[in-house]
Nanobody
Framework: QVSLAQSGGGSVQAGGSLNLTCTIS????????FAWFRQIPGKGREGVAA????????YYADSAKGRITISLSRRKTSAYLLITSLKPEDAGRYYC??????????????????WGQGTQVTVSS
């Protein structure tokens, strides 16, 4: 059974940096995309960044450009999300997800059906 294990997160001061990790196991085929989503109370999960595991192309939400970087391990079994210059609005619960086929919108929650357990990020000022 495919599972995604997340690590990282926690409480960080504004202006600091944070690195989240997502590792896949139990899979028999290469995912097409890894993606990261953020959810805050009362709102749905919003796409932050995604990476194409075949082309290595990266996709970012407008709000993520410049401070957030998604990367993929060489073996394509782990995805990372680096957030720098943290702001209070970066806080939320971060989920990683994988998709197994091409998608026109790589940051759309409905395109993904395999999810990690989520990890909480708190930004203190």
């Amino acid at each position: 059974q495919v599972s995604l294990a997340q690590s990282g997160g926690g409480s960080v001061q504004a202006g600091g940096s944070l690195n989240l990790t997502c590792t896949i196991s139990g899979h028999s085929e290469q995912p097409y995309y890894f993606a990261w989503f953020r959810q805050i109370p009362g709102k749905g999960r919003e796409g932050v960044a995604a990476v194409n595991c075949w082309s290595w192309e990266r996709y970012y939400a407008d709000s993520a450009k410049g401070r957030i970087t998604i990367s993929l391990s060489r073996r394509k079994t782990s995805a990372y999300l680096l957030i720098t210059s943290l702001k209070p609005e970066d806080a939320g619960r971060y989920y990683c997800a994988v998709r197994w086929a091409f998608a026109w919108d790589t940051l759309l929650r409905e395109e993904y059906n395999t999810w990690g357990q989520g990890t909480q990020v708190t930004v203190s000022s």
